[in-house]
């Protein structure tokens, strides 16, 4: 059954008006993942087939789509981005919403994307306070089959070293691939998500073993001579490790 939904997120943060908005037009391989920019203009062609229909520069900028392509259970998708200065423009009041209509599995599909919102405002803020306006190679990819069983990101956690009682903002070494200790902050951390900053990247972990699909990473890599092949190949392996793939 067709149902309306709206996921709605507020948050202040340490950089200007005009950093934001470079970030969620132009710079989302930094904190999302690459997607064609809007023309800049009301009515102009935005990402994935959406239509812009707000679009005033640096406050405000909306994108709509019917008919999600390759979403089945989605028949509407808007992205709402309301941007306002604070302290004179060094900060921002940023407020996000995304809503739709969701067609099936309407609870399960509406709390995924709640929490998913969650950790991508989280990652958005990680990227203008510490690589903005820095570009990425961005990679992102599946686990085994074996990681959507309902413990499997727990897991995740374990293989990382990371302990039970580590929390947020915590400077941690972590087991990274082929067992290398990898220096980071753990930047966000509940049992869906893990994210972890290094000096250069900001390495994303998905438990979507919650929600029946296999456990996810995602590799936003702003080293100088960053290579997304490379870091797919690395992480991949790893995750395939955890679970005990060849």
Not at 76 to 92: C, F, K, M, S, W
Not at 180 to 197: H, K, W
């Given at each position: 059954m067709s149902k309306e939904f709206e996921i709605a997120r507020e948050f202040e943060v340490d950089a200007s008006p005009e950093q934001v908005w470079e970030a969620v037009t132009a710079g989302t391989d930094g904190w999302l993942w690459p997607m064609e920019a809007p023309e800049p203009r009301e009515g102009g062609k935005g990402p994935f087939g959406s239509k812009v229909t707000a679009w005033d520069p640096p406050h405000r900028y909306?994108?709509?789509?019917?008919?999600?392509?390759?979403?089945?259970?989605?028949?509407?998708?808007?992205?709402?981005?309301?941007?306002?200065?604070?302290?004179?423009?060094?900060?921002?009041?940023?407020?996000?919403?995304?809503?739709?209509?969701?067609?099936?599995?309407?609870?399960?599909?509406?709390?995924?994307?709640?929490?998913?919102?969650?950790?991508?405002?989280?990652?958005?803020?990680?990227y203008l306070l510490h690589f903005a306006p820095r570009t990425a190679a961005f990679t992102t990819f599946d686990g085994p089959d074996p990681s959507s069983t309902p413990d499997a990101f727990a897991a995740v956690g374990r293989a990382l070293g990371l302990?039970?009682?580590?929390?947020?903002?915590?400077?941690?070494?972590?087991?990274?691939?082929?067992?290398?200790?990898?220096?980071?902050?753990?930047?966000?951390?509940?049992?869906?998500?893990?994210?972890?900053?290094?000096?250069?990247?900001?390495?994303?972990?998905f438990g979507r073993n919650h929600w029946s699909y296999p456990v996810g990473i995602s590799v936003h890599d702003f080293a100088a001579h960053a290579d997304a092949e490379a870091d797919e190949a690395a992480w991949k392996g790893w995750l395939n490790g955890v679970f005990s793939q060849p």
């Open positions: 909306t994108n709509r789509v019917e008919d999600v392509e390759g979403i089945s259970e989605q028949t509407l998708n808007q992205l709402d981005y309301t941007i306002e200065p604070r302290d004179e423009g060094r900060r921002a009041w940023v407020r996000y919403v995304h809503s739709g209509i969701f067609v099936d599995d309407w609870d399960n599909q509406y709390d995924g994307a709640a929490k998913h919102t969650d950790f991508y405002m989280a990652t958005l803020r990680q302990a039970e009682d580590t929390a947020e903002g915590a400077r941690v070494q972590v087991r990274g691939p082929e067992g290398q200790p990898l220096d980071a902050v753990l930047d966000f951390r509940n049992p869906y998500f893990i994210g972890l900053r290094t000096e250069d990247a900001l390495i994303r972990f």
